[in-house]
């Protein structure tokens, strides 16, 4: 077929005009060019974004409907593209303007029903773990949910403190009060509250910034193992801490400080029989077990909603205060929660960046790291297990921002805890029949009117309570370990094995913080190692045909010609994967697609043409030079080289970087079987 030459194609060596030609007349035969290539993917694109990203015609989160737009007067493209682009970002300005009416008895129900749970379960994690004033789980309960609400793409999550969380905070907050000879005086509260407040700050900051930056990925490449081990080692960390209280060893502990974990857990051993309270440790289990008993029965009464809604947490609280008042349990060495006050500061907000809070700023840097990144992953779960269970689409990019402003918002207030997405919260909370954001809003109202008129109500209650409460969460840390032990080993993924055991043996023995940073280089690591092995594979030629397969996936392809390597890359090159090439090269040359050791003799002879198949390359940087630079050392033992189907721009790109003059215009083909027909003139 005859084709004009454009007076630029006429300064291109041969085989370069004859791939430009091609590709003109592809583009005139109306096949998908790489320009009509790029404008669909655009488009497709965009119309995910619109479907997945909350903005779609159809949904509330993020909707840009025509109805919205007076048909007599369309307002200019800029203003619209503007405004489409606002309510993308801040999804609250397109639900709250369509919020129906019929929605507003499931988000009240929903939203009372998660904040029954959270008041007594937020009180215990800033008392009991986080080792501060229980009004800060109250605030961090409040505060972070009502900003999440405006900013978040998920409908259902629930931002409220976590327990894991709760403890890294409280075992930083410890690690600095015992630098004071009374850890627990009054300067020693103030202290807590200060590392609290700065740690929060920098989660809101970290969270944030990996938003804006998008590292929304992060919870993809991280492995599922490592936030299974961490998880597994919180809940027994959990779990020693929370005995101490149960079986009222809290003053003895008090004055012999223990440290770590194993400390913690030989104080036990060694007191729990000879120093304990015996109508503190009765009243903790008995509370534990009328916790599993309740929830038993609730199991049980699954089809009887006013059955399975009691919130079985509030029951055992406001009964035990009320038990523990009649029969003054304080007098008799119960230790109870007594007088709290809301303000814990000179005054209610507070700038977070001051002098008394960022000289704890080094110290606490490593915490907030951690908390930043196990918080994203839980809420990720959270938010996606309700996304695809309710039909919408969750953009990690934007839930980093928002959960990053509700920890900046929540910082304002000083001591108050990181927040995050929990999976039971988030999973009753469309249980009940939350449908929107508003059952956030209702579920912070109720709590921050608990906070300032029914918190004195609770004066009598038995702190040992609330580690009871805690205990109960411990169950459900682990009730998924023990599967995903059995589904490794069953699956022979030893190495998801082995970072399950090390984060948490590492965080029982020496702090959470190792455990966790140790375990996220090595599964950081891995993916490194992974994407450095560039996908390559052999192609053979399927007999009676010019179409070359690979060899290991279709058994009829041949390798036919003597000495000829065909090698297809299957990926873009880029600096990660690059890097290994040489070597990958001369393993396919030598011992073929399938495994071998190095020290094992080779099975193939050196080959004498290697032909490159490129189409699956779209892109490539600056280092995938490094990949021709070393086809010298092929040229000085003979080697042809040759690269077909190679893409326009890719093109441009060996141009620019000298790799079209370094091999010669002939070495550039537009297919193998031209390649082929060079090599073997007399068989094609």
Not at 31 to 39: A, G, L, R
Not at 627 to 644: H, K
Request: glycine share 8%.
């Amino acid at each position: 077929m005859a084709h004009s030459m454009t007076p630029k194609d006429r300064h291109r060596p041969s085989n370069l005009r004859t791939i430009s030609a091609a590709s003109s007349i592809m583009g005139a035969e109306g096949i998908m060019t790489p320009h009509s290539e790029q404008s669909e993917r655009e488009q497709l694109l965009e119309t995910d974004i619109e479907r997945l990203g909350g903005i779609s015609r159809d949904s509330q989160y993020g909707s840009t409907s025509a109805r919205a737009i007076d048909a007599g007067h369309k307002p200019p493209q800029g203003r619209k593209k503007l405004r489409k682009r606002v309510k993308y970002y801040i999804p609250s300005l397109s639900w709250i303007p369509n919020y129906s009416a019929s929605l507003i008895g499931g988000d009240l129900l929903a939203g009372l029903t998660v904040a029954s749970m959270l008041i007594p379960q937020s009180v215990s994690y800033a008392s009991s773990l986080a080792k501060l004033s229980p009004v800060t789980g109250l605030f961090s309960a409040s505060i972070p949910g009502i900003v999440y609400a405006f900013l978040g793409t998920s409908r259902h999550l629930n931002v409220a403190p976590e327990a894991a969380l709760s403890l890294l905070l409280g075992q930083a907050v410890d690690d600095i009060r015992h630098d004071l000879d009374d850890p627990h005086s009054d300067k020693g509260d103030a202290i807590g509250l200060a590392v609290a407040t700065i740690i929060t700050l920098q989660v809101g900051l970290l969270s944030f910034i990996f938003g804006f930056f998008r590292l929304g990925f992060l919870d993809v490449i991280l492995s599922r193992a490592l936030l299974r081990g961490f998880i597994a080692a919180m809940a027994v960390i959990i779990l020693i801490e929370q005995l101490i209280p149960m079986l009222g060893l809290v003053p003895l502990e008090r004055l012999l400080h223990p440290a770590t974990t194993i400390e913690k857990l030989l104080f036990l051993v060694e007191n729990m029989f000879t120093h304990g309270n015996p109508t503190t440790a009765m009243i903790s289990f008995v509370a534990l077990g009328t916790l599993v008993l309740l929830r038993f029965i609730k199991g049980c009464f699954k089809k009887y909603w006013f059955i399975y809604r009691i919130p079985e947490v509030l029951v055992v609280v406001v009964v035990s205060t009320i038990l523990s008042r009649e029969f003054r349990w304080d007098e008799k060495g119960v230790d109870i929660l007594g007088s709290v006050k809301v303000v814990t500061s000179g005054s209610f907000f507070q700038f977070p960046i001051r002098s008394s809070n960022m000289k704890y700023l080094r110290r606490t840097t490593s915490t907030a790291v951690v908390s930043a990144v196990v918080g994203y992953l839980d809420s990720m779960v959270a938010a996606k297990q309700a996304g695809s269970r309710f039909g919408y689409g969750i953009s990690p990019n934007r839930e980093l921002v928002a959960l990053g402003a509700a920890n900046i918002g929540g910082s304002l207030i000083p001591g108050t805890l990181p927040a995050f997405g929990s999976i039971t919260r988030t999973r009753i909370n469309g249980d009940v029949g939350g449908s929107t954001q508003m059952a956030s809003l209702v579920c912070s109202a109720v709590i921050l009117l608990a906070t300032f008129y029914l918190l004195p109500l609770l004066y009598y209650l038995p702190k040992c309570v609330l580690a009871s409460i805690i205990t109960l969460v411990v169950f459900s840390l682990i009730q998924e370990t023990p599967h995903d032990l059995i589904y490794y080993w069953r699956m022979s993924a030893w190495m998801d094995l082995l970072l399950v055991i090390l984060t948490f043996v590492l965080s029982i023995v020496w702090n959470v913080e190792v455990g966790i940073v140790v375990s996220l280089v090595i599964s950081l690591l891995l993916v490194v190692r992974r994407s450095s092995k560039t996908r390559m594979t052999i192609l053979g030629r399927i007999p009676g045909t010019d179409r070359w397969k690979p060899i290991n996936e279709n058994p009829e392809a041949e390798e036919d010609v003597s000495g000829a390597l065909i090698v297809r890359i299957r990926e873009n090159l880029d600096f990660a994967n690059t890097a290994q090439l040489k070597e990958r090269l001369r393993r396919l040359e030598l011992y073929g697609v399938d495994k071998s050791h190095p020290s094992e003799d080779p099975r193939r002879t050196q080959a004498t043409v290697l032909v490159f198949h490129m189409a699956d390359m779209d892109d490539c940087d600056a280092i995938a030079y490094l990949l021709f630079s070393e086809c010298p050392q092929f040229q000085n033992r003979g080697v042809g080289i040759f690269v077909t189907h190679l893409r326009a721009e890719p093109l441009k790109a060996f141009e620019k970087a000298g790799i079209v003059k370094l091999l010669g215009a002939d070495a550039f083909e537009d297919n193998v079987a031209d390649a082929m027909a060079k090599i073997r003139p007399n068989r094609w």
